[in-house]
């Protein structure tokens, strides 16, 4: 894939967590409904369509349902990517999910009858083992084991109709990976197997990284980060403010902007910078909730759950601004627009970022299809739209 024809799909993303399958919502009505905001806003890039943090109680139903939501969405747009996941995280879990014998002769391997073993894909000497909890730790690329429980999955999606895959924290699994060989060697199975399977032939590959580089070549297809805005205080503004504003600002902790490190891409093209995408994130609750942090805790909060909580003219506004902020600042970024994200510190009884605009089909609805759609129309005619009031 081209550079151009790649920036093309990331200038049209958004993060919408489960459209194909997610465990607490499965209707039909929510899905047709998401598939009209998506289609209706223009969106080429809908990253986290399916995902699943810890592995489903039934992995079968899991990938039916997946490839049954993709193929509806696939219907209404043929162009769109959808994008699965692969996180950085293994639980004993895995034992209830049998070694297809398609993993075992992609490496090489006799194969036999037996399940995924959670044991072989932590690091030997204890390091970040149940980092997440009890029975969930992070896996080690280096193992074996660990590269064939990434592939089986990945390849899953694919089969299932996606054409992106996100591989999460690439930093936390790779300690004992030096030269990334392991993740050469997977990211390597995973691409030659879309070369001749993938609805288009093809798979971007990326995660949460400013850039994994070796010998010159990058790992990844494009880059992605959370967006590390940063706290606006009343007092820096002069004045009284019940809105928890927040900026970019480039060098803020570990943001994304100007980071993004170049190479020779996987498609073959040469760059100075990787393109990327800055994503509102979500990562969980804190103690900190409502205070200015100076750290990823925005006011508290994580991105999403900030993002949730501010009016709804401002979550408006702040959109323009984003967009507009990265196009000015760093041309090889692009904002990822929030379409839907579970909410960890809800202000309401809604739990659920939705962009959908209110409506009886989606009454939780946070009302920022309309202008995802707008930012997106004046950037095809070359044009920005004015933020007013932002940030």
């Known amino acids: ?18 459209l194909c399958h997610t465990e607490r919502e499965r209707s039909t009505r929510r899905l047709e409904e998401d598939i009209r905001m998506l289609t ?3 969106a080429k890039f809908v990253g986290r369509a399916s995902l699943a943090w810890t592995p489903p109680r039934n992995d079968e139903a899991h990938f039916r349902a997946v490839e049954r939501s993709a193929a509806k969405a696939l219907e209404a747009d043929p162009e769109i990517i959808l994008q699965a996941c692969v996180f950085e995280i293994v639980t004993v879990d895995a034992a209830r999910i049998p070694v297809p014998a398609w993993v075992f002769r992609e490496f090489g391997l006799k194969p036999e009858k037996r399940s995924f073993q959670y044991e072989a ?3 030997e000497n204890g390091h970040l083992v149940d980092s997440w909890s009890p029975g969930a730790s992070v896996p080690d690329m280096s193992r074996l084991e660990t590269r064939m429980w990434f592939y089986y999955r990945a390849r899953r999606y694919i089969d299932c109709g996606h054409e992106a895959i996100h591989f999460g924290q690439v930093m936390i699994m790779d300690d004992a990976d030096p030269g990334h060989r392991g993740w050469l060697d997977m990211l390597g199975r995973v691409r030659s197997y879309a070369r001749k399977n993938a609805r288009r032939r093809f798979v971007l590959c990326d995660a949460h990284t400013h850039g994994e580089v070796e010998n010159g070549r990058l790992l990844f297809d494009f ?7 940063k706290e606006i205080v009343a007092e820096a503004r002069g004045e009284e403010d019940s809105v928890e504003r927040a900026e970019f600002v480039m060098g803020h902790i570990d943001s994304p902007f100007g980071r993004s490190k170049g190479g020779v891409a996987p498609s073959g093209w040469r760059c100075k910078s990787l393109p990327y995408l800055a994503e509102v994130d979500n990562f969980g609750r804190s103690d900190l909730a409502g205070r200015p942090t100076g750290t990823w805790w925005l006011w508290g909060y994580d991105e999403i759950s900030w993002f949730a909580r501010q009016p709804e003219t401002y979550r408006n506004n702040w959109l323009i601004y984003a967009w507009n902020w990265i196009r000015e600042n760093d041309p090889n970024g692009f904002f990822q627009m929030p379409a839907r994200r579970g909410i960890a510190s809800p202000k309401d009884d809604r739990r659920v970022y939705r962009a959908n605009r209110r409506s009886r089909a989606c009454p939780q609805g946070f009302g920022q299809e309309d202008t995802i759609r707008a ?3 004046a950037d095809a005619k070359s044009r920005r739209l004015t933020p007013e009031g932002a940030p």
């Open 121 to 123: 894909m932590l690091y």
């Open 223 to 229: 880059h992605s980060f959370p967006m590390r805005a």
């Open 375 to 377: 930012i997106w129309a």
């Open 1 to 18: 894939m081209s550079r151009g024809t790649l920036e093309r799909f990331l200038s049209r993303s958004v993060t919408h967590a489960g």
């Open 40 to 42: 209706s806003a223009g």
